[in-house]
């Protein structure tokens, strides 16, 4: 018994050891090349045909795919971090995505996807090739996670992974911008890899935040629209325009409206302290209509009123009513632009999917080209509860 007892014991002992030992396939992280950011862009491909045949044919275009790697730090005889560069580029070119990263072994030491961060995509490689196409290798790999970001760039999008400030990887910092959308309206909500799964599913029209390099920094600037039945890229809205989608949709955090005062002609701003939605859709037999009701509150931040007293009711009715009128006309700019880009991307489908389910069982299979002929009514109504810490005038 004795015996048993002891060769049971021993047993453990080496089995725990071998648990303690930690995981078999494991790396040391500095001999990892982590991925930060990925960005693709359209290449025309080069053939050797003929002026004729080039003239004849539309000309095949490549996958060029960058690659933001992240460099592990390394200490400086003094024990602090070294001060160079943070991350570097890697391109490679190809029609496939997975051929690509399997390329990359070949001049590079184990790059690793599960940091990854962002993607950008060219809006013209977009024109050309489907989102769903682009994204299959990342939504079947295991070792990339579903938060990561998705944006697309009218310009290059390598360009947006260049370097801006020493010491800084832009992947990362394109991603903190995001951090922002408390201060402003003109930034759409960031759209991670799982929540394009169910528009690409359903064929349904919807945004990404658009990027473009300006000078020596980026910007986060407007919107790409991703059309449902094709899944290429559909236009772009503005800042105007993602600042009207906004208000429909009620997605905001924060923000302002600058207004003009009626009497004086001076500017005044009003901020954002809470704004809500609620989107109506009417069906009368065939007939298909919205009415949309904006609400916020706020305060009134900045006034150039040199004459005036930021404390009567008169004024701040005035100027809530200055706002009210501001919001009609950026949210109806933005549901014409979107008829005229013949796509929907203000969840107006949704809202008709849940108030009439029959009418929309109808219409799913073509909703942007039946949105296009649908009117759209708004109903705006702001109320100016805040005029700062401060009633003094200049006067």
Known sequence: MKSWKRRLRYTCLITCCFLLAGCWSS????????????????????TETSVRETQ???????????????LPEEASSSGSPSQGNKFYNEEELGDSIMEMTRESYLSNQSPAGFHLKTIVISSELLQKVPLQELLDFYLADNDIRLSI???????????????????????????????NRSHTNRLVKPVTLAKVIGPLKSRSSFVLPNVIRIRDGITLSGAGVIRGNT???AGYLNKMDVEGLQWITGDLTGGIVKGTDSRSQRNFVYEIKSA????????????????????????????FVSDANKMKDQKLREEAGVVQDKIKELAQQTVSKMKKMRVEVAHMGQALRIQHPDMWEQVKDHWDQVFATVPVTFEVKVDIEDFGASTITTN
Do not use: W
């Open 27 to 46: 790396s040391p992280i500095e001999e990892r090349n982590l991925e930060a950011g990925i960005a693709l862009d359209a290449e025309p491909q080069k």
């Open 56 to 70: 004849q044919q539309h000309p095949k275009y490549q996958i060029r795919r960058t690659v933001q790697f992240v």
């Open 149 to 179: 970001l998705l944006l697309t760039s009218t310009g290059t999008a390598s360009d947006v992974f260049k370097e801006m400030i020493s010491g800084k990887t832009p992947a990362f910092m394109l991603k903190d911008l995001f951090d």
């Open 231 to 233: 899944q290429k890229y």
């Open 276 to 303: 809500k939605s609620n989107i109506q859709a009417h069906v009368n037999k065939n007939d298909i209509s919205f009415h949309v009701k904006i609400s916020s509150v706020g305060r009134l931040s900045e006034s």
